[in-house]
């Protein structure tokens, strides 16, 4: 039986263009994977030109015709894509290679309704169908509205669960991609961003400091090796920093966006010597980045410069009022979470807030003065690098998301270009994927709802018993962002009840395991909430009897249960 028909005719194979890149390539297997996986067909895939009864795999740069006819892309969305049905043949046409493969995926979550959770198999949703049905005139068009969707990790399987959800940039850990990383990054078609903290490469060896103690920073009136910063007033100090960077660029040619921060410490200033201390952090940041980005455009033409407000930089300049080529080939990160109160929107400026709004304010009106032509973009921390055993920060890895929705909504009507995460996290599937999957939903169109992201998610992952985790996930959201107090732990224990009556008609071990980590999750929230009020109340010896069922929670008591689920120290 033909499986998979359009009009009356089936479609039996894939192609793609001879000259196709690996992106497309890629995306021609991911389509046969999934069309297996889903309808139980194998199909062939094999370079050819459109064709009757194939999917035809392509970007409108390889065959401006075909995309000509497909219709224009839609109007301030980015890495666009559509897939049409026309004469026999279905088209999948990108902007770009990534967008080709978008193309693939966006086309099996919209007509074979696949959802790809979390990183993992195990983590997708694939329903099976004994056919799927295909008619000429079908049209699909999708896009993100931000340029630029950024997600950090080293995982590949982190990276393709991102790419799954549109995510065209991953921020890489660390000073290096190997060949076997790169290769992936490149089949994914996404730019590759980093390195990031790099400066101890940069800064003049140990070995000088003998004989010229000068390069380095003066700490305390006393020059003082710290593997961070320099003597930068020392026109030979900053020679030696930029021609290290220089020789990094040329041993490390592959970076799409080369990410020029200062190491993660909060320094008081990089050097105090006295024509150090003429100027501030800023000002001697954007000194640096005007004469690295001069470097990076030499080395890598192709690159994009990036420089970030964070620590020290998160504040302007005051002497230093010109970027080199006016920022045309630059993105600014803004990376201020700092005293942000992340459950209110950025936008109202309450708590802590506005004092960042006037950070970010203050570098908006910097940048427009300076004349800034490039992009910006912001990294944003709703879970506060909440790690297992970071600290009672008792927010038990609960997002507020209908405030990352209002935030998102903001930064794109602030014409900001770029989003990008600060999970911490490769996978975060607990209590459940829900939180890190709405947010790349909300990257890809923030005019979608919460509500309707959760009527999309809850059935799909908890199956029969969907609506029954979705109210218990809600009403313990609520009870956990409410303030401590032993009422208020009495209601989130309460919740138990809840848990108790959520009970699957059919054996599915699965559907089980899921449900036993919603319950230890609540385990989980509850010992927060106690900690947090040992705390309130200054009482040690109830903190110190909590200590060990918290220190022990992820790697003894519940690791068997967690792990694949949540990354584990
Ligand atoms: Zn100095």
């Known amino acids: 039986m033909d499986k998979i028909i359009l009009g009356k005719k089936p479609v039996e194979r894939i192609t793609y263009p001879n000259d196709a890149p690996p992106p497309i390539r890629f995306a021609a297997e991911e389509l046969q994977t999934y069309l297996k996986e889903s309808l139980n067909v194998e199909i062939d895939v094999e370079k050819g030109v459109p064709a009757k009864g194939a999917f035809f795999i392509s970007t409108s740069e390889l065959n401006p015709e075909v995309a000509a006819d497909a219709g224009p892309f839609e109007e301030g969305k980015y890495d666009r894509c559509i897939v049409s049905c026309r004469d026999d043949c279905v088209f999948m046409i990108g902007e770009n290679p990534v967008s080709a493969l978008y193309a693939v995926y966006d086309f099996l979550q919209d007509r074979l309704n696949i ?233 109202k ?41 970071q600290g009672p920060r008792g927010r038990a890895l609960l997002w507020p998301m209908e405030v990352i929705r209002e935030d998102v909504r903001f930064y794109l009507k602030e014409g900001i270009d770029g989003v990008g995460d600060w999970i911490c996290f490769d996978r975060l599937c607990w209590p459940s994927p829900f939180n890190v999957w709405c947010w790349l939903q909300l990257w890809k169109n923030p005019d979608t709802t919460v509500e309707a992201l959760k009527d999309d998610f809850y059935p799909k992952y908890f199956g029969e018993v969907g609506d029954d985790v979705r109210k218990y996930m809600d009403e313990l959201e609520a009870a956990m962002h409410q303030r401590t107090s032993p009422e208020n732990i009495e209601q989130v224990k309460a919740l138990t009840q809840m848990l108790d009556s959520i009970q699957p008609s059919q054996r599915n071990d699965q559907l089980v395991h899921r449900l036993k980590l919603v319950r230890i999750h609540h385990e989980y929230c509850v010992l927060l909430k106690e900690i947090f009020q040992a705390f309130s109340e200054n009482a040690p010896e109830k903190w110190q009897a909590l200590e060990k069922p918290y220190m022990t929670f992820f790697e003894e008591t519940h690791r068997s249960d967690l792990e694949g689920h949540i990354d584990i120290p």
């Open 115 to 347: 959802r790809f959770f979390a990183p993992g198999r195990e983590h997708e949703y694939i329903p099976t169908h004994s056919a799927l049905h295909l008619e000429n005139g079908f049209v699909l068009q999708t896009g993100s509205r931000f340029v630029i969707r950024d997600y950090v990790t080293n995982n590949s399987e982190t990276l393709s669960f991102a790419v799954k959800n549109r995510v065209n940039t991953i921020k890489w850990e660390g000073l290096n991609c190997d060949a076997k990383d790169l290769e992936t990054i490149r089949a994914h078609g996404v730019k590759l961003r980093g390195p990031g903290h790099i400066w101890s490469l940069f800064v003049p060896d140990e070995s000088l400091f003998e004989k010229h103690p000068e390069y380095f920073p003066m700490l305390d009136g006393r020059r003082t090796v710290n593997h961070r910063t320099a003597c930068f007033s020392n026109p030979e100090a900053r020679r030696i920093f930029i021609q290290k960077l220089r020789n990094y660029l040329r041993e490390n040619p592959y970076w799409d966006i080369f990410a020029f921060w200062a190491e993660d410490v909060k320094d008081p200033y990089y050097c105090g010597c006295p024509k150090c201390t003429d100027m501030e952090i800023p000002d001697w940041y954007i000194t640096l980045v005007n004469e690295a980005a001069r470097v990076v455009e030499e080395e890598l033409p192709h690159a994009v410069f990036e420089f970030i407000a964070y620590h020290g930089t998160r504040f302007t300049p005051k002497q230093v009022k010109k970027l080199y080529r006016n920022g045309e080939n630059m993105l600014f990160n803004f990376c201020i979470g700092y005293t942000r109160d992340l459950y209110n929107p950025f936008e």
């Open 349 to 389: 400026k309450t708590y802590g807030s506005a004092e960042v709004f006037e950070m970010y304010q203050n570098w908006r009106n910097y940048l427009s003065d300076v004349g800034f032509k490039g992009q910006i973009m912001i990294m944003d921390y709703y879970n506060l690098c909440e790690e297992p055993n």
